[in-house]
C-alpha cells in the first residue's frame, strides 16, 4: 500500500460520518411491513451513492426486498472479489435507548443509532477501502452485494442469487458482519452456527376458566409447556438432553481452541460486555467453545395467560413457547428438527410442533490464500496476529452464496462487543473504521497478485 493511505482515511472521516448518519436515520427495519417505503428508500439512496463513486449500481427486485449491487470493473483479466453486507436493521422499541435510535448522534469518536455497526459502518468501511484501492489502480474487480433482509433470515436471496450467480461470478467472497471478541484483539471468522426455530403450541380448551371452579383438574397449557421444555434441557447448564442430538458435533482440534483463546476472550470481559448479571460456570475454554462450536437450545418466549398487574386467578386454554437451536457444522436442521419433532410428540403428543425457516451452519477456510490474505490485512491495519475464531451467530446469505458462487468465503468483520449488536444504544466507531479501511485496502491489494 501507498505511504498517503493515512492522509486518505483522514480525509474521509468527515464524507463516512455524513453518509453514515443518512443511512442510519433511514429506518430500514425488515421485520416490520410498515417500513417497507424506508427499505426501499434506503436501497435507492445506496445505488445512487454506488453510482456517484463510478460503480454501475442497481436496486434488483424479489418477491421481498431489494438488493443493492455495484459494480466496480476494472479488466476483464483481473481477480473479482465480491464484498457482502446487509442494510437492514433490527427493530429498535428497546426501553433503555438513551437517544432516538434513529437519529444519528457523534459522540466523540462513536457513532451512535441502530445499524451503525450491524451493518450499515462496516459496509461504507469496505467501499472506502475499496474506492482507495480503485483510485491507486489496484488491478482488481469489486462486487457489491448488499441485502436487505438478512435481519429475517434471507428469505429471497435465493432467488435473487440463482437468478444473477452468472452475473457475480468471482475469484472469493468476502463478508463483513462478524464481530471481534475484545478490542484490539482482530478476529477473523470462519465459522458460524445456523438457526433452527421452532414454536411450540398447546390449547387445552376454548377459552380461559376459573381456577376455583377448574383447578386441580382442568389442564394448564403454560405449565405443561414448562416441564415438556425442562425435559428438553437442563437449563442450568445448557445441556440438550433430546437423544441423538449431539451425534454429529464435531471436537474442536487443540490449533482450533488455541486461536479461540488467542482472541482475547475471557469470562470477565464477556460477561462485563453483554451486561450478565449472572452466567452458567465455565473456564475460558468452556465457555468459547460453547459460543462457537457447540449447539444450543434456547426459550425466547412464552406466551399465554394473564399478563396484567397482580395475579388473576384464570386459568389459560392456549400456550406458546418460542425455542430456537443453534446448530453448528455437520449438524442438518432438518435431522435435528425431526429429532426435535419426536421428542415432543413422544413426551406430550397434543403439543403443535411448528418449525419456521432455517439456515444451515457453515465452516469456512482457515489455511490457503485467503485465509492468508485476511490475516495480513487485519495484521497490517491494526498492528496484531488476527485470531482465528468461528461465530455464534448465523448469515443467511453465506450459505447460499457458498452454493451459487461456489467462491471461497472469508470473514473480515469490524465490530465489537461493546457495540451492542441487536442492542439498546447501538455505536460503531471512528478506530475500527479507520483500521478497516486500511484493511480492505491491503486486502484488495493482496489479492490483485494471486494467481486466478
Not at 480525509?11 to 421485520?31: D, G, H, N, Y
Not at 496484531?384 to 457458498?402: L, N, Q
Amino acid at each position: 500500500m501507498k505511504s498517503d493511505i493515512d492522509k486518505y482515511i483522514r480525509s474521509a472521516q468527515p464524507e463516512f460520518e455524513a453518509k453514515l448518519r443518512e443511512w442510519v436515520e433511514i429506518p430500514t427495519i425488515s421485520a416490520e411491513p410498515e417500513h417497507k417505503p424506508d427499505i426501499e428508500r434506503g436501497a435507492e439512496v445506496a445505488v445512487q451513492y454506488l453510482r456517484s463513486l463510478g460503480a454501475g449500481a442497481e436496486a434488483v427486485p424479489t418477491p421481498g426486498n431489494p438488493v443493492v449491487i455495484g459494480k466496480f470493473v476494472t479488466g476483464g483479466d483481473r481477480p473479482t472479489v465480491t464484498i457482502y453486507n446487509h442494510l437492514d436493521v433490527q427493530p429498535a422499541n428497546e426501553p433503555q435507548w438513551q437517544r432516538p435510535p434513529f437519529i444519528f448522534h457523534k459522540e466523540a469518536d462513536r457513532y451512535i443509532g441502530r445499524g451503525s455497526t450491524d451493518d450499515k459502518g462496516p459496509a461504507l468501511t469496505a467501499l472506502f477501502g475499496a474506492r482507495y484501492a480503485l483510485e491507486q489502480g489496484i488491478p482488481v474487480n469489486i462486487q457489491f452485494i448488499w441485502e436487505l433482509e438478512e435481519e429475517i433470515g434471507s428469505p429471497n436471496f435465493e432467488h435473487f442469487l440463482k437468478g444473477r450467480a452468472k452475473d457475480f461470478a468471482t475469484d472469493s467472497v468476502a463478508v463483513s458482519d462478524t464481530i471481534w471478541i475484545a478490542r484490539g484483539k482482530p478476529a477473523v471468522a470462519y465459522g458460524l452456527r445456523g438457526l433452527a426455530p421452532v414454536r411450540l403450541v398447546l390449547e387445552t380448551g376454548t377459552k380461559d376458566v376459573h381456577s376455583g371452579v377448574t383447578g386441580g383438574a382442568a389442564r394448564n397449557p403454560i405449565t405443561e409447556l414448562c416441564q415438556l421444555i425442562a425435559e428438553c434441557y437442563d437449563a442450568r447448564k445448557g445441556v440438550v438432553r433430546i437423544p441423538g442430538f449431539y451425534e454429529d458435533v464435531e471436537k474442536l482440534s487443540k490449533a482450533e481452541m488455541d486461536n479461540f483463546l488467542a482472541s482475547g476472550f475471557t469470562v470477565k470481559e464477556f460477561k462485563r460486555a453483554h451486561e450478565l448479571k449472572k452466567m452458567r460456570e465455565g473456564d475460558p475454554a468452556d465457555i468459547a467453545s460453547r459460543l462457537w462450536a457447540r449447539p444450543t437450545f434456547e426459550v425466547h418466549g412464552i406466551v399465554g395467560g394473564y399478563t396484567g398487574p397482580g395475579v388473576k386467578t384464570a386459568i389459560p386454554y392456549r400456550a406458546e413457547a418460542k425455542i430456537s437451536m443453534r446448530l453448528v457444522p455437520k449438524q442438518k436442521p432438518d435431522k435435528v428438527l425431526k429429532l426435535v419433532r419426536n421428542f415432543i410428540k413422544e413426551k406430550n403428543p397434543d403439543v403443535q410442533f411448528i418449525p419456521e425457516s432455517y439456515l444451515s451452519p457453515y465452516l469456512g477456510p482457515r489455511t490457503g490464500p485467503y485465509a492468508d490474505a485476511a490475516r495480513d490485512a487485519m495484521r497490517t491495519a491494526f498492528g496484531k496476529e488476527p485470531a482465528f475464531v468461528r461465530e455464534g451467530g448465523s448469515i443467511g446469505a453465506v450459505v447460499t452464496m457458498e452454493k451459487y458462487l461456489k467462491a471461497p468465503i472469508v470473514f473480515l468483520g469490524l465490530s465489537l462487543p461493546e457495540h451492542g449488536y441487536h442492542a439498546p444504544n447501538e455505536n460503531f466507531d471512528w478506530e475500527q473504521a479507520s483500521g478497516g479501511m486500511k484493511m480492505f485496502a491491503r486486502y484488495f491489494e493482496t489479492l490483485a497478485r494471486l494467481p486466478f
